[in-house]
């Protein structure tokens, strides 16, 4: 097992150069890039703007916009070609576009990952700072999405065709059409100070006296702040999981193996958890780092906006609306080291569930 772990980790740089190569070939075909952000400001007349992308302090001559010109980038016309130049080299675009990628990705083999164009601060910090926020919608949703769904879905399966199984299979079909962000809303409305009642907070992870609290207190102010805004992932996520629960029982229990054990004379717990449980929670555990990574990366995303909560995955969005290249490329690489290490993780739990499966045996990749 060691060596299939070896030959893993061995292939995740490969992987991540194959992402970052990718995507950074499609950027450079996009349109829209930094230097045209900032012209754009400057034909409209926001000349303050260019204080603002002056990443060494510098600053650029705001004189110098005034001028006619002719670029290679859209709406440059009346701007000075010294001015264009500038800011070619205040984002690193004076350089050829392989010697640009060949410097990120050798900067990226040291976890250098840059610094953002706009906010003067390092990615790694910009990525630290915002990464708890994420990580307790994500960590707490897939929790409480997984400590629901199991226990539903194995309960649908033993009582198949029933009414709990009928009924329940509304809230499934329910959970499943509504998005997480209308449940947000509906929560907001009911639950924040609209029209009803005003038990939770509206913005923020913790209140603004947080640093003034005891540590009970801390606590308590921490789950009341994630209260909704996590209950409207759950809502939203748990109906894939109880289905893909309940069709993986009712598979086994079809099976020569389970009469055989029926036929022992063993009772129906023991032979759910003690023969069934193991062979059903395979795909159950497979599909388990995609769904952290999708809730964390991206399914949280409208969350955090309606929750004015300042995640990683509002961070990513905005950086792609921004052409922050060097925090949508940062977000990127940790988005995607973080989830080649969690199908690892899958792949190992999957052996550890099951010792049967052997992946160097089976030659799996």
Known sequence: MSGYILKRLMLIPVTLFLIISINFIFVQIAPGGPVEQVIAKLEGRNIDASAR??????????????????????????????????????????????ERFLIMI???????????????????????????????????????IYLISIPLGIK???????????????????????PAFLFALVLIIFFCGGKYLDWFPLRGLVSDNWSDLSSIDKIIDYFWHLALPVTSIVIGGFAAL??????????ELSKPYVMTARAKGMNERQVLYGQIFRNAMLI??????????SILFSGSLLIEVI???????????????????????GTLYIFGLIGLLLNLASDLTYHLVDPRIDFRRNNVN
């Open 106 to 144: 050798k900067d990226y083999l040291c976890f250098n990952l840059g610094e953002s164009y706009y906010r003067n601060i390092k990615v790694t910090d910009l990525i630290i700072e915002k990464l708890p926020v994420s990580l307790s919608l994500g960590l707490w949703s897939t929790l409480l």
């Open 307 to 329: 929750f004015s909560l300042d995640g990683i995955g509002l961070l990513g969005f905005e950086s792609v609306m921004n052409r922050d290249y060097p925090v949508m490329f």
């Open 284 to 293: 159950v555990i497979a599909g388990f780092p995609t769904s952290l990574i």
């Open 156 to 178: 649908k399966a033993v009582k198949e065709g029933s009414k709990f199984d009928i009924l329940s299979s509304w809230f499934v079909i329910i959970g499943y059409a509504v």
């Open 242 to 251: 109880t289905m893909l629960t309940k069709n993986s029982f009712l598979d």
């Open 53 to 98: 992308f002056s990443g060494s302090g510098s600053g650029i001559d705001s004189s110098k916009a005034s001028l006619s010109s002719d670029s290679k980038y859209k709406g440059a016309q009346g701007l000075d070609p010294e001015l264009i130049k500038e800011l070619e080299k205040q984002f690193g675009f004076d350089k050829p576009v392989y």
